[in-house]
């Protein structure tokens, strides 16, 4: 890290990514699940970390914010029950960050788990119509190394076009993609199959088999 400020910020977005065991899938399922449980990434911290900004980070930003899988570092999280400390801001952090909206909301899903040569982050960005969820890897700087959506869902002139996603515990990607017309019932034989995988430095690239 440049400096300790640089390092307690991206510490603080990390900490909004609960650790999950693999496999993991994701799909339109899920979307309410972690939009639930799970804090929206402040807007501050979704320019600087997920939008790449040249931006100064209040130092009281996200300090009431402690997220349960900290207080305790050796619990197993399910995906389906994934729990986060739920309190809000303070009427302080929120002034501060008022300023810095975004049009699109970000959730944070999970991290990777038994990686250590760089983070690997799912979050969802949700829009009109539309989400989907991102794989951002990081190296220990805090800095993008690769990212890549993988999953998604978007509703266009009646066709509901998605990806579902399923991460294997050898950290292949499987993705399936198809469309349904929102007045027929969906037909699996129209479907596609993508893949991708992360190497060991958190590179994100097309999976061969």
């Known amino acids: ?3 300790t400020n640089e390092q307690n910020d991206f510490e603080k ?8 065991e693999l496999p993991v899938t994701l799909s339109a399922e899920y979307v309410e ?10 807007e501050v911290l979704i320019r600087k ?20 899988h900290l207080k305790e570092r ?19 952090s ?9 049009e699109d909301e970000y959730i944070a899903c999970f991290r990777l788990p038994r990686v250590t040569l760089f983070y690997g982050l799912v979050y969802i960005k949700i829009g009109i119509l539309t989400y989907e969820y991102i ?12 990212n890549q959506i993988i999953a998604s869902m ?8 998605e990806h579902v996603a399923m991460i294997d515990e050898d950290m292949i990607i499987l993705v399936m993609e198809g469309e349904q017309n929102l007045k027929d019932n969906f037909n699996p034989g129209d479907s596609h199959f993508l893949s991708f995988e992360i190497d060991d430095e958190g590179h994100i690239s097309n999976y061969k088999i």
């Not at 990081?138 to 800095?143: A, T, V």
């Not at 978007?154 to 076009?161: A, R």
């Open 154 to 161: 978007k509703v266009e002139n009646n066709v509901i076009k």
């Open 135 to 146: 794989l951002h890897t990081y190296d220990k700087n805090g800095k993008t190394k690769s």
């Open 13 to 20: 977005f990390i900490s909004l990514f609960p650790e999950v």
């Open 74 to 92: 050796d619990a197993k999280i399910n995906l389906k029950e994934v729990s986060l400390d739920t309190s809000v801001y303070g009427e302080e």
């Open 94 to 102: 929120e002034k501060q960050t008022k300023d810095y909206e975004v």
């Open 33 to 42: 699940t972690f939009s639930k449980y799970n804090k929206p990434v402040p």
């Open 49 to 68: 970390y997920i939008l790449n900004e040249d931006i100064y980070i209040p130092e009281k930003i996200d300090s009431s914010y402690e997220p349960d």
């Open 1 to 3: 890290m440049h400096n």
